[in-house]
């Protein structure tokens, strides 16, 4: 009834139990808090709870003079060094580096391994003091709330901050604020610095790589900086030396295709030269539309995506009114490609069958002479690096990935970025951007990966910079009211490092904007040097290129630049004029023509009125250092204006 009663045996290494000549060795570390020893109604029992099987193993002993303490003692010698190993390990990581959303996960994960051995049980033996502390740092651990987790992240923040103040101080012709130092200290996983025009993104992105750099050893060739354009990578790249990787998201996938086929790809000789894809378009559609039932197609594709009506096919492609249809379907080719790889055409193709009937053999023809060309374009760049890099033909040498303008990505650009950081579960990406300044959504930027950013990359760490230095305080607050007038935007708080002296706003009420110029700038001239930035929403709108050199000549105190509101993205001067802000046909805001499908391959634009072009408003009222000086048309003036609150 009573069974038989093991003998019971103490050693260094193990205990050991046997019964009926049969012997069991249980090494303590495999034990996972001290057994305990206890006289019951049967006898003396032993209650050994074991690590692998979770099970509470209860085997009656034979009598003996073991006690607990001695259990305790001989478990407590196996495991107190891996303990101290571990908090010393954990201490020094939370000493050395920011805790980031995945030190935070290991670290829990570790705690929560050593709770069961280390508090699942009463001491009643004394501990040495090292081992007493470490236990009581597991305690202190398992009882941290979000609090407290903010509260010792900003207290590394701090310390970091004090400890590299003369880094912080000079790395900048100016030094840092306490956001922009910050931004550089604060390492998560997945940050995002959202920050109003003019608040030093640009130079916390530099700043933040070289201390990366400076104190925590990371190698400069482990870091991607990540531009827009190919001009804000070249300067990027000027700004930090040729040891940092610095590339424009083609440049990147260039990059990653050499690497794997061990050539560099050979870009179409149609995007070379735009004459050479329209001269493909044509030729493609004229042997296309000697089928008659091709032809229809095309007829009212023409009418309902390009509002161009067709009577005489061949005579219209021969003509030059062509053009605009021929780059209207280069530039849905680019969007085709793009859905197709982002599995979208499904969904596009039930709403747009007859559009997409007449764009796919083009795009056949498209792709098969990039074949025997052996040849890419642009969106093979992307798709092809993708494709390398989810297939891991591709060894990520990158730790930190951080990309510049992050309001302009594109859906795909965000796939290229997630293939990227899913080959390491360390990876790093810090995204820098402003969503008052998306304006790109024709290329196929989406917003929405800002204002969204956890859904699209993880839960990341926002941080903002608060503080704008290159205009007054009064474009601020105009500029800020006028493009949060969208409730879509995202809400800053912002304040401008200077108040102005002259008044920021000067408006002009004017019959011909190129009459009014010489006006202005010969006031302006009297200021002394100074630069001058004309923006207009096109081109067209502009002085030509001769009439600017005239000025430059008649003015050579002023630095004379004419862009566009796009071009302008990133610029500064010390004044500007914005110049054909009329409203109607060609003026500003631009009217949307309803292109069906190429919106149905573009992002989502909300349903808010003029939202991108409200946008690019505010990023060209955000370009003058000093004044903005507004061109009002005396007949139809853009409803823009009237919204500036300037008086
Ligand atoms: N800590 C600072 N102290 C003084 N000036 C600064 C500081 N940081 C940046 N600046 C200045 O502010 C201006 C704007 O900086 P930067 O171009 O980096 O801003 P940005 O946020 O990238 O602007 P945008 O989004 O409009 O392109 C620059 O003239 C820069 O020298």
Redesign the pocket.
Known sequence: MFGNYAKLTLQNERLQLVTSGQSRAILWRDILYPPTISDGLFGLSIKIPLSKSNEVLKVRIERCGYTNEQCQALWVASHSKCLIHTIDKIERLLKTQYLSSKNLELVTEIIGSLVPHWLSWRPCIMLPENLRQAIYTVTEFTQWQSDDIEAFRSAYISFQAKQHKPFFDCI??????EA?RRACIIQDNRQLLL???????????AARARFLVHSTGTKAEQILLLAYGNEAAKELKQRMGEEFNCFTFHALGMHIIEAVEGQKPILSALLSEQVKMQAFMRDTLQVLCLQPSYQALFIQFCQQECHTHITDVTAFLNGPSSKSVLQHIATLISHYKNASLLKQLPTIELEHTQLLECLKPIVAEYQLYLKNEQAIDFEDMIGKAIDYLERRKYFVPWHHVMV??FQDLSPVRAKLLNALLQQSKQSFLFA?G?DW?SIYRFSGADVRLITHFNEHFGEATVTA?D????YPQQILDVSSQFVCANPGQLVKQLSA?TQSVTPAFNKYSVDDDNEALDTVLEKLAQYGESSVLLLARYHRMLPTKQRLEQLQRKYPYLELKAMTFHAS????AQFTILMGLYEGKGGFPAHARAQPLLNSMLSKEGTYPYAEERRLFY?AL??A?QQIILFEPKTNPSPFLHELNVN
């Open positions: 900048e012709s100016r030094p840092l604020t922009q920050a109003g025009a003019g608040t030093g993104k640009t130079s916390v992105m510049d303008e820098v402003d300044q910079l503080k704008t230095f290159r490092s993205k990133g610029k500064e990023v955000t370009r250092k």
